[in-house]
Every structure is written in C-alpha cells, then in structure tokens.
C-alpha cells in the first residue's frame, strides 16, 4: 500500500513539472475572468466580508453567544473563511449557512494540520531528522488526504521558519536550524499537502508561515521582537519561503514578531516588495492569530483602525480572528483612507483559491461522510506513520565508541527488561502539541511497543516512578523502580518533556530536563545495569550528565501515533537508525543561539586549552553537545577517493564531486551524505561552513556507491552587502561527510569570474 502512494506521489511530481503550465495557463485566464465579474457584484461590506476569519466552537464554546454572533455573519455574507470547524457534519453545517448569503460564496475551512490529522506523525522537528524527502512528502500528503476527507480545504503548514534557538518552544514545528535543509523539507511539505492539484480531494492549501523571521525572537520568548541584519534575513531566513513559494504554497501567514521594528503584518517590505514584488506571489497573505489587532500593543497602530489600514495597506489580506477588517475597513475605504484596489486585490487573491479548489462548483466537495469514513480509517496511513517515525529517530549514543560489544540493540534473549520512567507508558506524550483530531487512532505507549516486539522468553516490567513532568520523585515510587532495574539484564529509561512543554507560547530559559528526572537517572545508573535512554522532546534539550553516563541515548521526539513501535523496532534492531540532528544540541543554555554555520571571528579557538583572549567561554567549551548533521547507526560507513573533476570553475561550468561511501559494518544501514562549502574569501564573510547537499544512501554490509553531487555557480553565491545575489571569485572549500563535526574529505575549488550581481 505504500507503494501505491509514493507511486502517486511520484505521479504528483511529474505533473507539477510537466502539465502544470499548459494547463495552468488556461485555467489562470478563465479564473480571472470569473473573480472579476463575482467582484463586480459585490458590494464592499461583502468584500469586507471575504476578508475575515472566525474560529470555530472549539475555541469559543459552543454554547458562547459570541458563537451565535459568528453564525448570523457567516450567513449575512460577512465571513469568508472559518479555522477550526472540521468533519464532514460540522463543515457542511457550517457551509449551508455561507450559502445563505446573497452571493451564496462558499467558505473556506483553514485548520492547523501540522504533523498529520487522525493519524499522528513525528512532530516537525522530528521528521526533520529523517532527511528524507519522500518520507517528509509522504507525511504530509496523508495529513492532507484526511483533513480533506474531514472537510478541511486549507492547512496553515508548514512552518518553514528557520530557528537556531532551542528555548523557543516552536522549534518542534519547524525544520531546525538550517536554510537548505530547511527549504529541501519546505518543498516536500508543500508538495506533499497540495498533491497532484489544488482542487483533487486528496489535496489541501498549504501555508508557508510565520513570514517572516519569527523564528528568530530575542531570547527565544515567543512573540518577542526580531531584529537581524536585511542579510541574514535574505540569506538565512527567507529562502526556506522562496522555496515553498516555487513549489506552489498557495497562502502565506504572517506573522507576530516585528522585524526590525515593524510587525511583520503591517510589514509592506515582506509582504508587498518582496513576496508579492519581487517573488510574484499569486496566493493570498493571512493574518497570524489577531496579529492585525496586536499592532495596536507593538505601538506600531494608533488604535484597531489604524491597525487595519496599516495591515492592508502593507499586503495583508485576510484578518484571522482580528476583527480590525470586519469593524473598520468599510469605514476606512469610504473615507479615502485605504483604496478600493487594494481591497478588490485581497479579495480577488482569496476568491481565486475558492474557484481553484472548485469550491463554486460544489460547496460541499470535501465534506462527504463515506469519503471520511474509508479515508481515516486506512490502514496504510499507519504504516507510513511507523516508517517515518523510525527514521526521525537520532542514535546519540551506543556505548563506548571503538568497543567490541554495544548496548543496542537489545539481543531478544533477555531474560527481563525494565522499562521505567514518566514516559514509558504514556500515549498522549508520543503525539506531542498541535493534535488536532480529538476522537484519534489508539496509540501504543512505548512500554506496550517493547512488549509486542521483545523476545518470546523475555519479561518485560515497569515502574513509572513518577508522573510525566516529574515535577515530584516519592521515595517509594523510586525504590520501586529501582528494585524492577536491579532484577533486569537491561533498563530502558524514558524521559524527556511533556507533550505540552514545546509548542507555541512554550519558552523556557532552563532546557535541561524537567523535574526530578535527572535525579530518577542517576538512582537507576547506580545499580550498575545497561542502562538505555529514550529521550522525548519538541526541542534539543540539556543533559550532559546522562550524555556522559547513559549507556545509549536514542533521541525519539514526539514520534507520533506509531512511536511505540518504533522505538520497540529501533531499540531491537528491526530497523537501523538513521536520523541525523536538524539541529544543534547546546551544551548550555549559554551558548544560545548556537549553529554550526557560525563565523570563524578574528580569533578562532584553535587550542582548547588556550583560550586566552580567544572567541571562547571562560567556562564552557565552545562546541556544542551534538552537533548539526549528527547519528549514529548500528553499522559504519567509510568515505573514500574524493574527486572533483574540475578544479576551477567559470560562466556557468559545473564540477562533479565524487565519494565513494562503503558500508563497513555488519548490518544494512542508511548513512545521510553530507556536503559542506566555505567561500574562503569574500566582500561579506561567509560562515565555517554551509550545507549544500545531502543524499541520504541505504547499503547492504560490504556495500559501496560513489555519491555526487554537482557543483555550481549557484551553489556558491551569496548575498553581498548591497542584496545582490551573486558568486565572488576565489577558493571554496568543499567538505563531505557524515555530520558538521565529522568531516571525513575536502578539497578545493576555485572560481575563475564573478557573477553579475542579480538575484537567484
Ligand atoms: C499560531 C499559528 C496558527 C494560528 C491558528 C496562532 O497562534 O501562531 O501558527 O496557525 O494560531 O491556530
């Protein structure tokens, strides 16, 4: 059955690339043509109307007579789209009053389907760790196979924010700390959520959101303010959107922060200039959650008038739950303040998306009661949801490295396994934030995954010892535990956040593990037994201790509906581990934000221990505790005979590098390729090193492929200080290997001619 999707996927694929602008083209004029005369019929409070976004009951209470209020606009023609209404009952309900309207304009149902709707897959982050696109794209086109069967036409997915910051709780949303990694995995996403077409059943609108640079607050408090360099922003921060903007995003979110002084939602230099100027975003912009009305408190817009002028004059052009449009850009039109063009822009980009998913043709297309039925109920969905699971998971460590034996994976002749911890028989914490669909597919708890897949003759006990959070360690409780651990061959320690710690509005300053977990760890280590570590969490956290003490360290995130048997399969070896960290694991808070793309400085620590006036901590060593690019495997790879086939390069010459990558251990296994630049050189100081590629390569023991990756001019450019993208010449150093602090080849490159300056 996974074959069959990925056979559609593939499908998906080649027609974006070859049909789409035939077909497209034709289909855009006719389009046009109907929003045109629709807008000619509309009186303003009606275009108003397309304009605003209510939520639904779940956040307002049903019985609300706010609700009430919501009901008798949506059918007065004053509310263009709802979030968080969903199923197929609810949505047509919901619907048949929009078509009580005097134009009858159908509504558009947006909801936060983040990491999979009934089926729960890995929480962003997690997935981000698998490196693999097919699975990512996988992910995301079964999320939106159902939240469109359940009368979803709009996912505000993916975050594509790029973050270097483990304190901001949203990390576990995103793709983590990197700009080509992350617009690799904001392409799969959005290709995965619209599918072969906006417009199929199988499909739904993708967002590209928080636009932009939300990702970078100060401090890492949620909503804070961003202030960055126009560079870093171009460089690091916007190409993630670019990307999901070529692979058809069809809206944007903005987003609360304010960048460099003006919130993004007022921010006519994001939105206007660069998305709709220089990008030619054809989609529509929404609001982030009242972020129209929160101008008011930024001390950016007088008042919630101001606010809406200030909003829709700088491109954005639906108002979620703001109520800035709804109250007062009727009023701001007819006083000359804002012009009708711009208002019949926002309206005509939002009608456009209601004709393309064929929403005028059948209001009800997505909301069909045995579509639902059979679409959340397929059996498939969960084995896509296991694979991925699996492949998000990150080895961090197995024993002592250069040892003959390690602790994973667990021989299934144990005679007894100890599964302990806060964790080990939770199901909600699997899932982690943004669940979507309260009435879920039953989950097993990693205790009952260990259970189901260990050795027939093996026991498996358990003693929580304490409640998820661990806030409190009762001595009984531990004594308990500690007494299962001591009559056991091995332990298995879960711990790590809650499945509420990350997420929005979910900041911490202190990211070492909560509660009295570290403390439940050190009682267990005493008793001398292999003691493995399965770690949940939206975020990297701190635990240096356990680092050092663990015997093995399996990093699982929030894995998903599937993520007890996952780690049941990765602890016992079905499957080979093979995620690789998105993202860097500090070693403090302190070191915060830490990347492995930073600047070398005038003065590199060359010498840990001499530091003296060196870019150093008097107390800390600079590297992180896990670097980017990092995990281990039960089987090793070697990289040898690195070629380049051209030296130097020139106009728009390409080169070939070539390594061969051998499989040298006993199991099959997948190793991620990882390849690195540095301009040695240049008018802007360009960072120690930059992913540019990765290929992700499954060997059999004794194994070996030569993996390339080809090298050009575009993958050597940058932007210089006057915006202009562009590469200098000069040398390049070019590094592969199996993680940003474990290259294994480099070698040089040299760049005849400068490019003329433009943009990519
Ligand atoms: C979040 C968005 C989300 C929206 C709707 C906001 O608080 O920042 O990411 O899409 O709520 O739920």
């Not at 909600?428 to 669940?435: A, I, T, Y």
């Not at 492995?596 to 590199?604: D, I, L």
């Not at 992180?624 to 005979?641: H, I, N, Q, V």
Request: charged share 20%.
């Amino acid at each position: 059955m996974k074959t069959s999707h990925r056979a559609a996927l593939a499908r998906a694929a080649a027609g974006l690339l070859l049909a789409a602008p035939i077909l497209a083209h034709a289909q855009d004029a006719q389009i046009e043509r109907k929003v045109a005369a629709l807008l000619k019929q509309m009186t303003l409070a009606e275009k108003v109307g397309q304009l605003h976004q209510l939520s639904g009951r779940q956040f307002t209470g049903p019985t609300s007579s706010n609700y009430a209020d919501k009901l008798a606009d949506i059918r007065a023609g004053r509310v263009g789209s709802m979030l968080n209404v969903k199923g197929v009952a609810d949505t047509r309900e919901i619907q048949a009053l929009a078509l009580q309207s005097r134009l009858k304009i159908p509504l558009l149902f947006g909801l936060d389907v983040i990491h999979g709707y009934q089926t729960v897959f890995p929480v962003p982050l997690g997935e981000s760790a698998s490196w693999d696109m097919d699975a990512i794209r996988l992910s995301a086109h079964i999320a939106a196979q159902e939240a469109a069967a359940s009368g979803i036409h709009w996912t505000f997915a993916p975050m594509v924010d790029v973050s270097r910051d483990p304190r901001w709780g949203r990390v576990m949303e995103g793709a983590g700390e990197d700009t080509y990694l992350g617009s690799q995995i904001a392409k799969a996403r959005v290709l995965g959520f619209q599918g072969e077409k906006l417009g199929g059943t199988d499909a739904v609108m993708a967002t590209a959101k928080h636009f932009a640079a939300y990702g970078a607050a100060i401090a890492g408090r949620d909503y804070n303010a961003v202030d960055m360099s126009n560079q870093q922003l171009f460089q690091v921060y916007l190409p993630p959107f670019k990307a999901a903007l070529d692979a058809g995003a069809a809206t944007f979110m903005n987003s609360f922060n304010t960048l460099n002084g003006v919130p993004a939602t007022g921010n006519a230099f994001l939105q206007r200039d660069i998305l709709k100027g220089s990008w030619g975003f054809k989609g529509f912009v929404v609001s982030d959650w009242g972020s129209i009305r929160e101008m008011v408190p930024h001390g950016y817009a007088a008042d919630l008038s101001d606010a809406a002028v200030k909003a829709i004059t700088a491109g954005s052009d639906m108002d979620m739950e703001g109520y800035a449009y709804s109250a007062h850009l009727e009023q701001a039109v007819k006083a000359g303040k804002v012009k009708m063009k711009l208002v019949d822009d926002a309206v005509g980009r939002i009608l456009y998306k209601k004709f393309e998913l064929g929403l005028f043709d059948d209001p009800y297309k997505f909301s069909d009661a045995s579509r639902e039925k059979a679409v959340l109920g397929d059996a498939s969905h969960r084995a896509a949801a296991l694979d991925v699971a699996q492949k998000s998971m990150v080895l961090l460590k197995n024993g002592v490295p250069g040892a003959a034996a390690t602790p994973l994976p667990l021989s299934r002749d144990l005679k007894r396994i100890a599964v302990i911890g806060p964790l080990a028989d939770s199901q909600r914490d699997l899932e982690g934030g943004w669940v979507v669909q309260g009435d879920r597919a039953p989950v097993a708890s990693l205790l009952e995954g260990l259970r189901s897949h260990a050795g027939k003759g093996t026991e498996v006990v358990h003693a929580q010892a304490c409640a998820p959070g661990c806030a409190t360690l009762d001595a009984s409780a531990l004594n308990a535990a500690v007494t299962a651990a001591a009559q056991s061959d091995v332990i298995v320690l879960a711990i790590g956040e809650t499945w509420d710690m990350s997420g929005e509005a979910k900041s911490r300053t202190d990211i070492t593990l909560p509660g009295q977990q570290e403390k439940l760890f050190a009682a267990l280590k005493a008793t001398g037994k292999p003691l493995v570590v399965v770690m949940l969490a939206g975020r990297p956290l701190v635990f240096n201790t356990i680092a050092d003490q663990a015997d093995a360290i399996v990093y699982a995130w929030f894995p998903g509906t599937e993520g007890g048997n996952a780690v049941a399969n990765v602890l016992f070896g079905d499957y080979n581990p093979s995620g690789k960290l998105p993202i860097t694991f500090p070693r403090s808070v302190g070191q915060i934000p830490l990347s492995y793309a930073q600047y070398n400085t005038g003065r590199p620590v060359t010498d840990e221990h001499n530091v003296v006036y060196k870019s150093a901590y008097i107390d800390s060593v600079n590297t992180p505790r896990y670097a980017f690019g990092r995990g281990l495997s039960y089987t090793s790879f070697t990289y040898s005979d690195l070629r380049l086939d051209h030296s130097e390069l020139r106009g728009d010459g390409k080169a070939t590098l070539s390594v061969d990558l051998a499989n040298s251990g006993a199991r099959e296994g997948d190793e991620v390729v990882q390849l690195y630049l540095r301009d040695m050189v240049a008018s802007v100081v360009r960072p120690l090193k930059e992913l540019k590629g990765f290929q992700k390569v499954h060997l059999k023991p004794g194994e070996h492929r030569r993996v390339q990756f080809i090298i050009d001019r575009d993958m050597l450019s940058f932007y210089n200080s006057q915006l202009k993208w562009g590469a200098e010449p000069g040398e390049f150093k070019l590094m592969v290997g199996s993680a940003s602090d474990d290259i294994r080849l480099e070698t040089d490159l040299r760049l005849l001619d400068a490019s003329k300056p433009g943009h990519p």
